[in-house]
Nanobody, 111 residues
Framework: EHVVESGGGLVQPGGSLRLSCAASGFTFDHYTVGWFRQAPGKEREGVSC????????YYVDSVKGRFTISSGNDKNTVYLQIDSLKPEDTALYYCNAGPHWGQGTQVTVSS
């Protein structure tokens, strides 16, 4: 049982990315799925989460209005749409569901 992140990359400021978190060997049905990020020299921070039991979402203030978390139709994928990217969004982005953490996908915002 694990999760796998994908979708990171190098983008210019103002660009967009869609990160994916896929569950393998289990389902997200009853989990709150969260996206976290860790920039070099900084602590890991939670940026958004989705409670699959009721659809409730949460965003840290610094990403509100720019990040959108959603569930895929198969319920085993959670997406993080990131718009209006800023250099300070550069980080390794991780997905979490209960005890399951992925290896992360790198987002780099640079001109």
């Amino acid at each position: 049982e694990h999760v796998v992140e994908s979708g990171g990359g190098l983008v210019q400021p103002g660009g967009s990315l869609r990160l994916s978190c896929a569950a393998s060997g289990f389902t997200f049905d009853h989990y709150t799925v969260g996206w976290f990020r860790q920039a070099p020299g900084k602590e890991r921070e939670g940026v958004s989460c989705l409670d699959n039991s009721n659809g409730n979402t949460y965003y840290v203030d610094s990403v509100k209005g720019r990040f959108t978390i959603s569930s895929g139709n198969d319920k085993n994928t959670v997406y993080l749409q990131i718009d209006s990217l800023k250099p300070e969004d550069t980080a390794l982005y991780y997905c979490n569901a209960g005890p399951h953490w992925g290896q992360g996908t790198q987002v780099t915002v640079s001109s």
